[in-house]
């Protein structure tokens, strides 16, 4: 099956889909009406060959314009009119670089591909789905029976008004013929008589039966309906809650659109057969008739059913959500958004008629100091068939934008309640019309509360907050959450966390690294279920570098930097300092692991084992690498040529083996680059890379790039980083040497020690605290130290940042 096929009929992934071509960059049109020749064409080898791109870009235009003939043939004048935009887009951005095109379009398919991915690898994260799934597909079963079940007695009820009229006709046309007849026979007058009493009871008693039977279809449509709205709606309502914080649940509207359009289409059948029956009462009508009592009751209910359906059935199907962000539901002021809404009932002659109206808090809660907005851009749309790749009824806006308005809250305000902007909530408002065979009803949907800051400096703040509201708030309307926030139990918080790492790398959080994030949260306890995180611990405590911020952190550098390594495990990741070194102490010398930092945002360090000449085990860690390092060395080339010196003055790389005892080169080897030794691309950055390692008994990391030593993690300023009385900035007085430090000639200049010297700094990638050269004296001279402190300087000119 070709790619666009698999991905059309996709569920889970179509959500991904429709957020990949939510830009202009590459429109889903093309690629729709296209699919089959843009699969067939090699776009990455035309990404290098300028001659064939040039030829793609023309067959391009050219397929394009063929399109656009057949709309022109179809009168699809909406579709004319974008085919024709976009190949001047087209025309305009590529006409010069065919080659960015080609690049572009085999960048778009390789995503299409990961989507693809991972829908196969979704069953590899079913511990991290609901355990009831089982309960919700026999719930559906169920639900698709029921559904089953109402045709058929629709069409049993189509019967009965059938026989219903052919048996009034029957009476009336013997009735009719009684009147005109002149009959002497008296007793034949009474036995004609008798017989069209016995016609008119019969169809008496089937017109009963028939409001009985149309009875007992309104009972089954209305509990169908209560599953449809209270159950089915409400959990894929939830669903769409917890799939903006990440949750790999499934927010496919299709098949709760066949069953609404069912129910629907029987509802409007009903009235039908209300509208018969009173065709039947205007034709024959006598005393008692129960059409006339019953029908206006029954035709009341289904009306209201009805109204019931379609005002539950207008939804937000694409929360709102800026293209470049992180996700949804964080919105900032003059930037552009996008949001869709979905009709469930899908009715084709309503195709382009129902018109869609956005607005912004209608009630705006009257709290101090809280902000209103107006909604600019596009701001009505019709529904239609043409911008949904599944053919559901959708207004898909995707150039909106918000402005605030001058004036705040209208009219006395009545809470003392105090929010900040990223708890401050909002919803946009989307309203309809719906009109088909007479019955109107308007219709009104809102989008779940956004978050609406006016800087990206806001941006993590506000993330924390749609976080922990779709965590915890059952009511999708509740813009006041933030005034008397719950806590959130533990076990839906890690839940949580580990969707955040699920949504951005496809490998979640396992109970390790839950618990050394419970540990960090709450101490050492036998059991974390009944702990609670409150919001303040989660956002604003120790702010700047709140939880959040420290979580986030890691999770923004994995997603940008380390995706690959962490989703094959070669990352253990959340992991404390003390567990570390227990694990790596029971290893074999060179065993080392990966974790993140605990006091450096978003920093990644690792730790080996030693042993020392004692025989026992000595684990040294590094200083936390941030995306300032990785963004110019990848990490496992910083793994690869990772290098300390040892006593003989020979770098060599400590790190032999992935705890727990997997070799290096097998866990890492396919990444590495081709190129090795002098040849290879990171070699500038790494012969330049001065980087300090810390003892077992140290916390890690002490800056070489500064005149004055930076503290590290938890280390204590009163001394220095191995416990010697310490200088004003921090190092150990040169004076309370240890006795075995050797002292260098002051005077390097053109002896052995100068070569020594400058071989120790330009080969090393990493060094320990075995042998570190110490710069004292103002510069004057050299210490060769034996036992040193665990932090070294060096002169400027050789200590280069990366």
Not at 31 to 52: F, G, M, P, T, V
Not at 181 to 198: G, N, S, T
Not at 729 to 749: H, R, V
Request: hydrophobic letters at 35%; glycine letters at 4%; charged letters at 25%.
């Amino acid at each position: 099956m070709a790619q666009w096929e698999r991905l059309r009929n996709l569920c889970d992934g179509k959500q991904q889909l429709h957020e990949l071509y939510d830009s202009d960059a590459f429109p889903m049109d093309v690629r729709h009406y296209l699919s089959a020749w843009i699969e067939k064409q090699e776009w990455q080898r035309a990404a290098r060959d300028h001659a064939l791109a040039m030829v793609l870009f023309q067959i391009l235009l050219e397929n394009l314009d063929i399109q656009h003939s057949r709309f022109v043939q179809e009168e699809s004048f909406l579709l004319q009119h974008n085919i024709r935009r976009y190949k001047q887009n087209f025309q305009e951005k590529y006409q010069d670089d065919p080659c960015a095109l080609a690049s572009t379009i085999q960048c778009y398919l390789n995503k299409e591909k990961e989507i693809l991915d991972d829908e196969e690898m979704s069953g590899k994260v079913q511990h991290l789905r609901v355990e009831q799934e089982p309960m919700d597909m026999s719930s559906q079963q169920d639900l698709d029976r029921k559904i089953t079940s109402l045709r058929n007695e629709m069409q049993r009820m189509e019967h009965t008004m059938i026989c219903l009229e052919e048996q009034q006709d029957e009476f009336d046309f013997k009735y009719q013929i009684h009147k005109l007849e002149a009959v002497a026979d008296e007793a034949l007058k009474k036995d004609q008589v008798k017989v069209l009493q016995q016609l008119l009871t019969k169809l008496n008693n089937n017109k009963k039966s028939t409001l009985s039977e149309l009875k007992k279809l309104l009972d089954r449509i209305e509990e169908l309906i209560s599953l449809l709205v209270n159950r089915e709606l409400t959990d894929w309502q939830r669903r769409q809650q917890k799939s903006c914080i990440g949750a790999p649940d499934s927010i496919c509207l299709d098949q709760l659109e066949k069953w609404f359009t069912c129910v629907a289409v029987c509802l409007f059948q009903v009235r039908e057969f209300f509208s018969k029956l009173e065709e039947l009462v205007e034709k024959v009508s006598y005393d008692n008739e129960p059409v006339k009592v019953q029908k206006p009751a029954l035709e009341r209910r289904a009306d209201q059913l009805l109204k019931d359906l379609l005002q539950s059935s207008f939804v937000v199907e694409s929360q709102p959500s800026m293209p470049p962000a992180k996700g949804p539901l964080v919105l900032r002021t003059n930037l552009q958004f996008s949001v869709k809404t979905r009709l469930l009932v899908k009715f084709p002659e309503l195709n382009h008629s129902m018109k869609v109206d956005v607005s912004m808090d209608r009630e705006a809660p009257r709290v101090k100091g809280y902000r209103r907005f107006n909604v600019l851009g596009s701001t009505s749309k019709a529904l239609n068939m043409a911008e949904s790749h599944s053919g559901g009824m959708v207004a898909d806006f995707r150039h909106l934008t918000l402005k605030e308005q001058k004036s705040g809250v209208s009219g006395k305000v009545i809470s003392d309640i105090s929010l900040s902007v990223t708890e401050e909530l909002h919803l946009i408002y989307f309203n309809t019309v719906f009109e088909l065979k007479g019955f109107s009803v308007e219709l009104q949907a809102s989008s779940l509360p956004v978050v609406i800051i006016s800087n990206s400096s806001q941006q993590q703040s506000a993330g924390a907050s749609v976080l922990w509201f779709n965590m915890l708030s059952q009511n999708p309307k509740d813009v006041l959450f933030f005034a008397n926030t719950p806590a959130a139990p533990w076990p839906q918080f890690g839940e949580m966390l580990s969707w955040q790492f699920l949504s951005a790398t496809k490998r979640g959080l396992d109970a390790a690294h839950l618990e050394m994030i419970a540990h960090r949260l709450f101490g050492k306890q036998s059991n974390y279920d009944t702990c609670k995180v409150s919001w303040s611990k989660f956002n604003k405590e120790s702010a700047p570098d709140t939880f959040y911020v420290w979580f986030d952190g890691i999770l923004v550098l994995v997603k940008t930097f380390l995706e690959d390594l962490w989703r094959e495990g070669l990352i253990m990741g959340f992991v404390s300092k003390g567990k570390e070194k227990s694990l790596l102490k029971k290893q074999q010398r060179g065993t080392f692991l990966l974790r993140f930092s605990e006091s450096v945002i978003g920093g990644i360090t690792f730790s080996w084992v030693e042993i020392t000449i004692t025989g026992e085990p000595d684990v040294k860690t590094v200083q936390p690498f941030t995306k300032v390092d990785l963004s110019q060395i990848p990490f496992h080339e910083i793994i690869r040529n990772f290098q300390i010196l040892e006593a003989d003055n020979v770098p060599e790389n400590p790190l032999l083996y992935l705890y727990p005892n997997t070799p290096k080169d097998e866990a890492f080897g396919k990444y590495y680059t081709e190129k090795t030794g002098a040849d290879s691309p990171y070699l500038k950055y790494i012969k330049t890379k001065l980087m300090f390692v810390s003892k077992e008994n140290t916390l890690e990391a002490w800056s070489p790039m500064s005149t004055d030593m930076t503290q590290g993690e938890g280390l204590e300023p009163e001394n220095g980083p191995c416990g010697e009385a310490a200088d004003q900035n921090g190092l150990p007085d040169p004076l309370e040497a240890p006795a075995e430090t050797y002292l260098l000639d002051p005077m390097l200049s053109g002896s052995p020690q100068e070569d020594e010297l400058l071989a120790f700094i330009e080969n090393p990638l990493l060094f320990d605290g075995t042998d570190i050269l110490q710069d004292f004296n103002n510069g004057t001279g050299w210490n060769f130290l034996q036992q040193p402190p665990c932090g070294t300087h060096f002169p400027s000119e050789y200590s280069v940042n990366i």
